[in-house]
């Protein structure tokens, strides 16, 4: 079991570069979700999915877009970055029927946005 | 209004010694979810502890308990016989629904 990946571990954006944060789990989650994490304000949900085909919109959502074609990917799009959304990301994942009890995170990307 | 709010920045706690850290929330669900992680400076999110809102009981995994008084809407994260490896960051956090949302943290030294 690898549990939640993450890929890139750290990346650096130009203004108005696109790019795809990879997420992964093994073990046949339904809820999938992306998190920002900026210093000082905790966790922000920014997308979440509970199935395949299906996602909504966390508390930051603008500037990201998600899709969930298969319950182990759940990838993160950022169109047009802004240096605001320099940033650490994390996806998390959990059985949808244990409301959430254990969220297991994946490791992070650190992304700078320049 | 903020739905997690943890009021500590910063804490300090001899070894050995129990310390509570505080975190209050703010729904109106009748059905939600409490949380604790811990955050070291690896960066990593660590499951501590879990508190549904029909629970009697407050929750308790090994020298983590969470002290859950749903009247006062606080959900605070007790920690017994503190050791070095407690300092990190602590992050309460509220499942409403399929949301999440996240405290903004209590940085806690343990002291030897």
């Known amino acids: 079991n690898a549990g939640v990946t993450q890929t890139p571990k750290f990346q650096v954006l130009k203004t108005g570069q696109s790019m795809t944060l990879q997420c992964a789990q093994d073990m046949n989650h339904e809820y999938m979700s992306w998190y920002r994490q900026d210093p000082g304000m905790g966790l922000r949900l920014i997308h979440y999915s509970v199935g395949a085909g299906i996602t909504d919109q966390g508390e930051v959502p603008n500037g990201y877009n998600v899709s969930r074609s298969t319950t182990e990917d759940f990838p993160l799009r950022l169109l047009s970055a802004a240096p605001s959304q320099t940033s650490v990301y994390f996806c998390?994942?959990?059985?949808?029927?244990?409301?959430?009890?254990?969220?297991?995170f994946g490791p992070g990307t650190r992304l700078l946005v320049l | 209004a903020q739905k997690i709010t943890q009021t500590q920045p910063g804490m300090f706690v001899q070894e050995k010694e129990a310390v509570t850290l505080d975190c209050t929330y703010d729904?109106?669900?009748?059905?939600?979810?409490l949380f604790w992680y811990k955050q070291p400076s690896s960066g990593e999110m660590i499951f501590l502890i879990y508190q549904g809102s029909y629970d009697e009981q407050n929750a308790t995994e090994g020298r983590y308990s969470l002290n859950f008084q749903k009247a006062r809407k606080s959900a605070n994260l007790v920690i017994s016989a503190s050791q070095l490896g407690d300092s990190a960051m602590y992050f309460c956090a509220m499942r409403e629904g399929n949301q999440f949302y996240f405290g903004t943290g209590t940085s806690l030294t343990v002291i030897p």
């Open positions: 729904t109106s669900d009748q059905s939600y979810g």
């Open positions: 998390a994942s959990s059985y949808l029927t244990s409301g959430g009890k254990t969220q297991y």
